[in-house]
């Protein structure tokens, strides 16, 4: 098999339990967060809300990735998450069943990100933030603190939708 040269290359399950090929975001810009309920950063909720309303006709596609790898920070199941990210936040962007992003079974799509893209390192908390070009490559990443809205992430992702 070929190298993996993408995340766009993997295929992951949604929050509802599909299958989802990531390739059906080649051409738009995306935003990888993993994501957590419990956590100081999870009003970023609301700010990766606002930017993907404001961009999404613009080719922004914004993918949630919940994770319980810090301080047990995501205790719920997939349906728990789903229905906590909708009632308080309106989240509206695509969310994927939960997943490892760091260690022992760290998923491999978070292996590629931390590892194989232009920007490795470990995830260090949660909402850190992969920004991936309509070309399919990570273009920046985004400490956990950055919030969504601010100006160099918002700079970034209109930069990329050029």
Known sequence: MAAVTSPLEFSMTSIDGKKVDLSKYKGKVVLMVNVASKCGNTPQYEGLEKIYGKYKDKGLVILGFPANNFGG??????????????????????MFSKISVKGDDQDPLYKFLTSESKFPGVVTWNFEKFL????GQVIARFAPKEKPESDKVVQAIEEALK
């Open 132 to 135: 991936v070009g309509k070309d």
């Open 73 to 94: 920070q995501e205790p719920g199941n997939n349906e728990e998450i789903a229905k906590f990210c909708t009632s308080k936040y309106n989240v509206s962007f695509d």
